[in-house]
């Protein structure tokens, strides 16, 4: 039996993520990674070994830090295969904003539970649920008022009981998964598509269209969203998932 085709384009996933990191600090994900690490603190333990899948910013593998920790930063993208984790074993491992769009994400949990040490954590946020909603919206409507069809432009997010089955099923055990609402206003469609390049969260799915949408469509999708808020200043909402789950221990 065939595998089924993958779901997102690994090269322009590269790309983007290699733009995302000459760009900077990602502002969506910047208060995420100040709560892991305060969660991080709260572990009544040592945890010298952590991998850190996925850093966008320089500063991420700093900030998750601690005296007498050693973090190693891995980047799915960057391989040429996203399963090839670097081996363990691992004290915790987070993940930032990285595995939203794996294809092979059960696959990769796996791996990644049996990077760990027995009893350790695995934690991390991602951008899913019923985020981007305006957008979304947005996107379908300037396709309908162009006439022509629809074009997948947004890829699906994994919501918060979907994520927690997935742990569940990949030998975690306690998944708790939480949902943070973030809702920002924006005065032009610029300013919402920098975020999401600087997140590396704009399309990548892999039967995305590759023709040029141009500026009357373009100007379709704009002028509605910024006109559908007070002051010209329209309103998008974000759900970041927080996760953590923990090795299995060792029975004895």
Same mark, same amino acid.
């Not at 998750?64 to 040429?80: C, I, K, N, Q, Y």
């Not at 092979?104 to 539970?113: A, E, F, G, N, Y």
């Given at each position: 039996m065939s595998s089924p085709p993958d779901l997102f384009d690994p090269a322009t996933r590269l790309l983007r993520r290699r733009r995302a990191l000459a760009i900077g600090d990602p502002f969506l994900f910047d208060r995420a990674v100040d709560d892991l690490a305060e969660r991080l603190g709260s572990i009544a333990r040592p945890l010298p070994r952590m991998l850190l899948i996925g850093a966008l910013s320089p500063t991420w593998a700093e900030r998750?830090?601690? /005296?007498?920790? &050693?973090? &190693? &930063?891995?980047? /799915?993208?960057?391989?040429?295969?996203?399963?090839? *984790? %670097?081996?363990?074993?691992f004290d915790a491992v987070v993940a930032v904003g990285s595995l939203a769009t794996v294809d092979?994400? %059960?696959?990769?949990?796996?791996? *990644?539970?049996q990077a760990l040490e027995s009893d350790s954590p695995f934690l991390g946020t991602l951008i899913g649920g019923d985020s981007l909603p305006a957008l979304r919206k947005a996107l379908i409507a300037a396709d309908q008022a162009s006439g022509g069809s629809v074009a997948p432009r947004a890829h699906p997010r994994i919501d918060a009981p979907t994520l927690a089955a997935l742990l569940d099923r990949s030998g975690f055990a306690n998944p708790v998964v939480g949902v943070d609402r973030?809702?920002?206003r924006y005065g032009s469609l610029d300013r919402l598509v920098a975020d999401l390049r600087a997140a590396a969260e704009t399309n990548i799915l892999a039967a995305r269209s590759h023709r040029f949408a141009g500026k009357r469509w373009r100007d379709r999708l704009e002028e509605p969203l910024v006109a559908s808020g007070a002051q010209g200043r329209f309103e998008e909402r974000f759900e970041l998932l927080h996760w953590i789950a923990w090795s299995p221990p060792i029975l004895r």
């Open positions: 998750l830090g601690a /005296p007498g920790r &050693t973090v &190693t &930063t891995w980047e /799915p993208a960057f391989d040429g295969d996203e399963l090839e *984790i %670097p081996s363990g074993p092979r994400l %059960p696959h990769l949990l796996v791996r *990644i539970r973030l809702n920002l």
